[in-house]
């Protein structure tokens, strides 16, 4: 009977023949039982910290195999010429054929063949929880902290919060895949050697089309017909007043089970296909739209100022309009400064009984700090001494309220400036209406035309009814029966 010390004992030694092989060795076995542990408690979920993962599978897994390959190649390239030898086809064969012989090399085999099993699992095991925690959102959202704080915020308080990152960022099938790891490695270089972009550039020209993200959770034809749209907002007067916008938005569909195309989803219906041509990186500034039509004519609306020829600069562009061209910020939605302040006036995280506290928070967040250390210190201290100065009765009676609302101000500058990625308040604009007339209005709007001088609607009932317009109390809201303020 074959005694295991034995094998060991010449495994050992043809490993000692060579220091490659040795050191290998010594690198797989330290790391082996501490790296099994972690990706087990990984794996199970004990350890949430984002850094663990990093520790796990960009430190010691590559350790680990850049261990066992070092052990093979010291074995069987590194080693004396005799010891090469052994390892010819008729030296195998003759130590095969015969049967009463247990040799060294066979111990060898026998001991690797066992240790390449484990070695396979603990891989196998790596690798799976490794791909796992490379889609993770801990690892997009949270390891490069900087980074990508301010996309993990936004995100974290939109409505795809439960949605990975990889999902829109990636999305199915082997090619985007491997793209996405190619450019995550870069990724991790810009961020190891400070080389990154602040703020991170937008629109991500490499994203997928969004056929391929999107709508393997929304249908684009899907039915969404019209949505009441209500938005609050509060009047920069002593009483901060509570006016209300509502609209009845023709969100419409792209054409669901026979019915025709229409509304603002008449867009996306695949029988209308849009390619428009922009003359910035940002997309604001479009020249020329084609529309081609179900029966195949095109037509086409161009700026009659715009150059005949292709792009304006190197930094424009050709693109077929999807989902991305208006909602291009599902999940990474930061506020212009006065939705911020309405947001948190409407839940009550700002009080909105503290006297003009719209105005002079916005006065307060629209100013420039270096860090956000910085901008917390400096909202505070500006709101007490404002408030000291015009209502030191109030200060006195209720201190609590303006710590409150001391509070709120600083959360509604916090989730959308970033100053150390320099984010401030319009870095990253919202396509999905017409602030600016941007939006909407790169494409609708007077300038853009056919050679028969026709435009793309900017009709304002073309996209919506308005109900009502900035009213204290309006009473469609009334008729609707939604509960009043
Ligand atoms: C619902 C889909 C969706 C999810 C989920 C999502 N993103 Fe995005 N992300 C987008 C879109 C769309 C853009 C903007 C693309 C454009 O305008 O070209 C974007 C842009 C970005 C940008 C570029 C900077 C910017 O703000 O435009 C970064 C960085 C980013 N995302 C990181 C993340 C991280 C990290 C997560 C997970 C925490 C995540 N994203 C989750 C859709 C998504
Ligand atoms: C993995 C599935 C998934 C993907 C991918 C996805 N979404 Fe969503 N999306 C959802 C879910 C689920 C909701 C509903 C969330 C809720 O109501 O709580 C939603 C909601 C929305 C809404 C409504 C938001 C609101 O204010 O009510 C819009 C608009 C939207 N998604 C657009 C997009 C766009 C654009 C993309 C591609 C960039 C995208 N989604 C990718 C799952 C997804
Ligand atoms: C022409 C611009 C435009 C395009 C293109 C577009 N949408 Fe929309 N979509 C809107 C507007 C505007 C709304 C309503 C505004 C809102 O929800 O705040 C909306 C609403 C939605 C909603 C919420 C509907 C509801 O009932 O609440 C979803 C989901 C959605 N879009 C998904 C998509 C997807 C997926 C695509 C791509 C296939 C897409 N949209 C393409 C403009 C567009
Ligand atoms: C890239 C250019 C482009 C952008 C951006 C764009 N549209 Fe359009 N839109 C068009 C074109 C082209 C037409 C067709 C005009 C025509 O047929 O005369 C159109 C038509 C429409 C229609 C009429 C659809 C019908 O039933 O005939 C609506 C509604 C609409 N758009 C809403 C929107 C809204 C809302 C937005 C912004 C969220 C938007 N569009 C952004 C190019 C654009
Ligand atoms: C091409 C489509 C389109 C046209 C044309 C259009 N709008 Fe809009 N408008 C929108 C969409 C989409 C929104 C909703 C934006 C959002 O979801 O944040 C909106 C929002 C608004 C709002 C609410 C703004 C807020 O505070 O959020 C007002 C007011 C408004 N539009 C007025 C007008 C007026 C006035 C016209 C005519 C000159 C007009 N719009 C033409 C698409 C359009």
């Not at 430190?59 to 390959?69: H, K, Q, R």
């Not at 409505?159 to 099938?173: A, M």
């Not at 895949?177 to 490695?185: D, E, Q, R, W, Y």
């Not at 509070?407 to 150390?420: D, I, K, L, M, S």
Request: charged share 20%; hydrophobic share 40%.
């Amino acid at each position: 009977m074959v005694k295991f010390t034995d094998i060991v004992k010449a495994f050992a030694s043809g490993i000692a023949q060579s220091r490659l092989s040795l050191v290998g060795a010594i690198v797989t076995t330290v790391v082996a039982p501490v790296l099994l542990v972690s990706v087990i408690l990984d794996i199970q979920g004990f350890i949430t910290n984002p850094y663990f993962g990093f520790v796990i599978y960009l430190i010691l897994g590559p350790l680990f195999i850049a261990g066992l390959v070092m052990v093979f190649v010291g074995l069987f390239f590194f080693r004396g010429r005799e010891a090469v030898g052994l390892f010819t086809y008729e030296y195998l064969k003759e130590q095969f054929t015969d049967a009463t012989k247990f040799t060294k090399v066979q111990k060898i085999i026998f001991l690797s063949v066992f240790l390449t099993i484990l070695n396979i699992l603990i891989v196998t095991l790596l690798s799976y929880s490794g791909y796992h925690y490379s889609e993770s959102v801990a690892f997009c959202g949270q390891f490069c902290h900087t980074v990508m704080n301010p996309e993990y915020t936004a995100y974290q308080n939109s409505p795809h919060s439960r949605v990975k990152c990889v999902d829109c960022h990636i999305g199915e099938g082997a090619k985007w895949f491997v793209k996405a790891k190619l450019s995550g490695v870069r990724q991790l270089f810009a961020v190891a050697f400070n080389t990154y972009s602040r703020p991170i550039e937008t629109p991500v020209h490499g994203l997928r089309p969004a056929r391929e993200t999107c709508e393997e959770c929304h249908r684009p034809e899907f039915f969404h017909g019209d949505r009441l749209y209500i938005k609050d907002k509060f009047l920069e007067d002593e009483h901060n007043t509570h006016v209300r916008t509502v609209l009845l938005l023709k969100v419409g569909s792209g054409g669901y089970r026979g019915m025709r195309a229409q509304g603002i989803h008449w867009h996306v219906a695949p029988e209308n296909r849009i390619v428009y041509r922009h003359a910035d990186y940002q997309r604001e500034a479009i020249y020329e739209v084609r529309l081609t039509k179900p029966d195949g004519t095109q037509i086409v609306f161009r700026d009659p100022d715009a150059p005949e020829t292709a792009n304006a600069s190197s930094e424009g562009g050709e693109r077929v309009m999807d989902c991305i061209d208006c909602h291009n910020r599902p999940t990474h939605v930061f506020l212009p400064p006065g939705e911020a302040l309405d947001q948190k006036l409407v839940t009550g995280e700002i009080p909105a009984s503290l006297p003009y506290i719209k105005r002079e928070a916005l006065k307060v967040i629209t100013a420039d700090y270096p860090s956000t250390e910085e901008a917390k210190n400096q909202i505070a201290t500006r709101l007490r001494a404002w408030y000291k100065a015009n209502y030191p009765d109030l200060v006195e009676r209720n201190a609590p309220l303006l710590e409150q609302a001391i509070r709120g101000v600083q959360h509604a500058y916090t989730e959308n400036v970033f100053p150390e990625m320099r984010i401030g308040w319009n870095t990253y604009k919202n396509f999905l209406g017409h602030r600016d007339d941007s939006g909407c209005f790169r494409c609708h709007n007077e300038t853009l035309a056919t050679d028969a001088g026709e435009t793309i609607s900017m009709d304002c009932q073309t996209c919506h009814v308005i109900l009502a317009e900035d009213e204290p109390n309006p009473p469609i809201l009334r008729q609707l029966q939604c509960p009043a303020e």
